[in-house]
């Protein structure tokens, strides 16, 4: 069975390789369009970063590379150019209902019970005498 990994085709690196930070000090970078193939391949199949196949890169390099992005803004303007769309969503729910709960809450027996049942203690005598 082969890999089904994921290239950018020839027009989509077109659009979008003008919207990619350009003049940044430090290491020579590593291939563009490998590495956002990379991240686009990790992205839709929704595997780990750790999981990414060796043929985009170490996978360091395309986790560092989608969080340093992620934190510039530049995806969105990539996701723009591709799609059409930013991918964000306008209105948003969260839930955050929790309740405390003692851990034998569930209703588990909670051990030997010294109480006797109501029929013997109306027969019994009394436990204190005056």
Known sequence: ??????????????????LLPRGRRGAHRVDDRRVISGIMHMLRSGA??????????????????????????????????LTGSTGRVGTMSIDATHI?????????KGGTSSRRSAARAAGAPPKSTR
């Open 48 to 81: 780990r970063w750790r999981d990414c196949p060796p043929d985009y890169g170490p996978y360091t390099t395309i986790y560092n590379r989608f969080n340093r992005w992620s934190r510039q803004g530049v995806w969105s303007n990539i996701f723009y150019a």
């Open 100 to 108: 405390k709960a003692h851990r034998s809450a569930a209703g588990a």
């Open 1 to 18: 069975m082969g890999k089904q990994l994921y290239w950018l085709s020839e027009s989509e690196w077109k659009r979008i390789e003008p």
